[in-house]
């Protein structure tokens, strides 16, 4: 068969993806922040990458975080989905706890996916995050849940144990080992215990590429203690992206939060670290430019 002739393959058995983490950061007062970081690479066994595949949501009118890995189609369909209604005040009520926003967001989530046809479940397993935020300022407490699928055991859940100090949660994906290993090193160095050691090692896995399915632009997603979701485009090789898409002078670019691999808060117009804004180190001899 010819190339050109040559079936594509359903996306819902050959296409896979690859790194994702959460974290959480702290100050002398308390928790501050809590974020979810994915690379943007798709790919379909040997049929090739695509290195713009959206990977995390973050809602405007609620404090919440999605992200998902393993098999493409189920997630990223039915999270475009979730996120959209919630958003518009249809999955939530403003009252509800974590507990009940988890249960009614994963109950969401299982009754979609009852209805796949019997010959085209997933082949590959794949787990949904969900991140939230109960009170606000000082009172904030944030909680990480996720929803686990594979052909043994079906569903599973999990409410993850969050660090007492700035730290990483969890890592998921084929890319997990790499980001253990970049994760370690930089926790030997001074930068150790700080959130842009976690985000700047992840970005070192990804640039690093030990694993071939992870790849493209890193995407970034969080909630602070102050409002609700918050989308967090990044500067990756000199060029300025959002959701593995890249920016165009055309985008409403003040619209959201930019920084660069090292966490660093940067003005979007020059992709330099905004005037007054904290600098952070990177140790010599360790990562990779980017």
């Known amino acids: 068969m010819e190339a050109a002739e040559r079936p594509l393959p359903w996306p819902g058995t050959k296409t896979i993806m690859t790194s994702l983490i959460s974290w959480i950061s702290f100050d002398s007062r308390g928790p ?26 973050s809602t405007v009118n609620f404090p919440e975080l999605l992200g998902y890995c393993g098999d493409v189609l189920f997630p990223s369909l039915s999270l475009g989905v979730a996120h959209n209604l919630i958003d518009t005040n249809y999955l939530f009520l403003r009252y509800d706890d974590p507990q009940k926003k988890k249960e009614k967001l994963f109950h969401f989530l299982k009754q979609g996916f009852s209805g796949y046809p019997k010959g085209q479940v997933a082949q590959k397993s794949f787990s949904i995050i969900y991140c939230t935020k109960e009170h606000d300022l000082m009172s904030s407490v944030f909680h990480v849940y996720s929803l686990n699928w594979d052909q043994v055991n079906g569903f599973s859940e999990d409410k993850l144990t969050l660090p007492k100090k700035s730290g990483l949660i969890k890592a998921w994906g084929s890319g997990k080992d790499s980001i253990t290993k970049w994760h370690d090193r930089w926790q030997n160095t001074t930068e150790k215990g700080t959130s842009r050691s976690i985000f700047s090692s992840f970005c070192d896995s990804l640039a690093s590429e030990e694993d071939k399915f992870s790849g493209g632009p890193p995407q970034l997603v969080g909630i602070y203690r102050k409002g609700n979701g918050r989308t967090i485009g990044i500067k990756y090789k000199g060029e300025l992206y959002a959701y593995g898409q890249k920016a165009s002078e055309e985008n409403n670019l003040e619209e959201i939060e930019w920084r ?31």
Not at 37 to 42: E, F, T
Not at 264 to 290: C, M
Request: hydrophobic share 30%; net charge positive; with cysteine.
């Open 260 to 290: 660069n691999t090292t966490f660093e808060r940067i003005d979007y117009r020059t992709k330099d670290i905004i005037v007054d804004a904290q600098h952070h180190n990177k140790p010599k001899g360790l990562g990779f430019s980017r």
């Open 32 to 57: 501050t922040s809590i974020y979810l970081g994915s690379d943007s690479r798709i790919s379909w066994q040997e049929m090739g990458n695509w290195d713009c595949g959206r990977k995390l949501f």
